[in-house]
C-alpha cells in the first residue's frame, strides 16, 4: 500500500526555535494535509495544500506542495510552548470515488521553555 | 456549528464483550470515516462512507468489526467480541467530498478491552 515517510520522528527544540518537518511518497498525491494532535484529543487540521508548488501559511506556520507532488514540508517559526504535540501529514489521492487519507507516522514535537 | 461529535469517550470492557463506538458527523458533511490509532501502528482508517453506503471497508480488521450508518448524521463501529488487541484509540472523521478534500475529526473513543 501506500506509505508516507515523515520525519523527524521527534525532535526537542528550545522555545523561540524554528522547526521544520517533512513528508515524503513513492505516490503522487492530488492533496497534501497537515494536522496537529494534542495529547487526549483528536487531530485538528492546520493547513491544506491543493496545487504542486503551493505555499500556504497559517499564522507561524508555513507549508508547502512539492513540485513534484511526492513530498511536502511544515515549518513553524518562532515556536512556544503549545506547539507541542505531534504533527500528521496526510496525502490524498482523489479519483473516482477515493477519497482516503494516507497518514504519516507523525513528528513529536518537545519545546522547551 | 458543532464539530465530529463521538460517544463514548472512555470505554472498558472485558474481552468477548460487544463494544458500540458512535459518531455524529458534522451537518452537511456527505463522507464519514472511522480510523483507529495505535503506537504501534499510527491512524489506520478502517471504512469509510459517502452518502451513507459503505464505499471501502479493507481495513477492518476481521469479521469481529462492523459499521453501520443508517443516516447521514449518525454511524456506529462494533465490535463483537472484543479481544485485548482491540484497545485503541477510535477517531470518526468527516469531510464535505466534492466542494473539500479536508477531513474533520472527532475526539476519539479510548476503548481498553481487559
Known amino acids: 500500500g501506500q506509505q508516507l515517510n515523515q520525519s523527524p520522528q521527534s525532535m526537542f527544540i528550545q522555545e523561540g526555535e524554528d522547526v521544520s518537518m517533512n513528508c515524503t511518497s513513492s505516490s503522487i498525491f492530488n492533496t497534501w494535509l497537515w494536522y496537529k494532535q494534542d495529547p487526549g484529543e483528536g487531530p485538528v487540521l492546520l493547513i491544506a495544500?491543493?496545487?504542486?508548488?503551493e505555499l500556504t501559511s497559517n499564522g507561524r506556520l508555513t507549508a508547502q506542495f512539492g513540485i513534484t507532488r511526492k513530498d511536502s514540508f511544515l515549518n513553524i517559526s518562532a515556536s512556544i510552548p503549545s506547539d507541542v504535540g505531534i504533527y500528521f501529514c496526510?496525502?490524498?489521492?482523489?479519483?473516482?470515488?477515493?477519497?482516503?487519507?494516507?497518514f504519516g507516522k507523525g513528528t513529536k514535537l518537545s519545546v522547551i521553555p | 456549528d458543532a464539530g465530529v461529535i463521538q460517544s463514548p469517550r472512555h470505554e472498558v470492557t472485558e474481552m468477548g464483550q460487544e463494544v458500540t463506538l458512535r459518531c455524529k458527523p458534522i451537518s452537511g458533511h456527505n463522507s464519514l470515516f472511522w480510523y483507529r490509532q495505535t503506537m504501534m501502528r499510527g491512524l489506520e482508517l478502517l471504512i469509510y462512507?459517502?452518502?451513507?453506503?459503505?464505499?471501502?471497508d479493507s481495513g477492518m480488521p476481521e469479521d469481529r468489526f462492523s459499521a453501520k450508518m443508517p443516516n447521514a448524521s449518525f454511524s456506529t463501529l462494533k465490535i463483537q467480541p472484543s479481544e485485548p488487541r482491540d484497545s485503541a484509540v477510535y477517531f470518526c472523521?468527516?469531510?464535505?467530498?466534492?466542494?473539500?478534500?479536508?477531513?474533520?475529526f472527532g475526539p476519539g473513543t479510548r476503548l481498553t478491552v481487559l
Open positions: 462512507f459517502n452518502n451513507n453506503v459503505p464505499i471501502d
Open positions: 496526510a496525502g490524498q489521492k482523489s479519483g473516482a470515488g477515493s477519497y482516503q487519507l494516507t
Open positions: 472523521a468527516s469531510s464535505l467530498v466534492g466542494t473539500s478534500n479536508e477531513q474533520f
Open positions: 495544500l491543493y496545487k504542486a508548488g
